[in-house]
């Protein structure tokens, strides 16, 4: 649902409130991650996959079909159902900006599952996440460091790299990096070096 022009304002509140939606509720953002990354999928996929029961699921994906994020792919029984492309610029402040887009919601979908990622939620909101997943991102590219952003995020060292190996494997799904594995050991001894 990426912005133009040529949408009128209340097209533009629903779009943000159907965003802010998945992002208070991690079973929601789960569904609409999974639909994303794997395709087009019957009800019933996703009560398997995501082990979901039937009635809540049935639920879930009818809110996310009239909040306008997921569509029915097919007329024929099953329906399958498709993610929406999401693209949501918001600042945050007049130096931030950050974008809701399916890799964000990907992550607060694994807020559920992995603990680092729900306390760094909890302590830091949605914006915080956003704003380290995009520094995840700059260092799988080899841009910058746990150091350099922990100085960014006002974090400990420690603290930058644990958020950063948490949202690591979605980064890893969702962007393509030349591949450059190194181990946090080498990266912790190359940083030494430097200081």
Not at 32 to 43: H, I, K, N, S, T
Not at 114 to 123: F, H, V
């Amino acid at each position: 649902m990426a912005q133009t022009a040529s949408r009128n304002d209340g097209e533009i509140v629903h779009d943000f409130l159907s965003v802010a939606g998945l992002l208070e509720q991690p079973q929601l953002a789960r569904i609409y991650a999974y639909l994303y990354r794997e395709g087009d999928a019957p009800v019933q996929e996703l009560m398997d996959a995501l082990d979901l029961p039937q009635g809540s699921a049935y639920t879930y994906v009818n809110r996310l079909t009239d909040a306008g994020v997921l569509t029915i792919t097919t007329d024929a029984q099953p329906h399958q159902y498709g993610a929406v492309e999401i693209e949501l610029t918001l600042t945050v402040d007049s130096e931030r900006e950050y974008t809701i887009s399916p890799i964000l919601i990907d992550a607060v979908a694994r807020r559920t599952e992995d603990e680092t990622i729900d306390s760094y939620i909890d302590r830091r909101g949605i914006h915080g996440l956003a704003i380290a997943l995009t520094h995840t991102v700059a260092r799988e590219r080899g841009e910058t460091t746990h150091r350099l952003v922990a100085d960014d995020l006002d974090l400990s060292a420690l603290e930058a790299e644990v958020i950063m190996q948490a949202l690591r494997p979605v980064v890893r799904e969702y962007c393509s990096f030349e591949d450059r594995e190194a181990s946090l050991a080498e990266v912790v001894d190359a940083e030494d070096l430097d200081a």
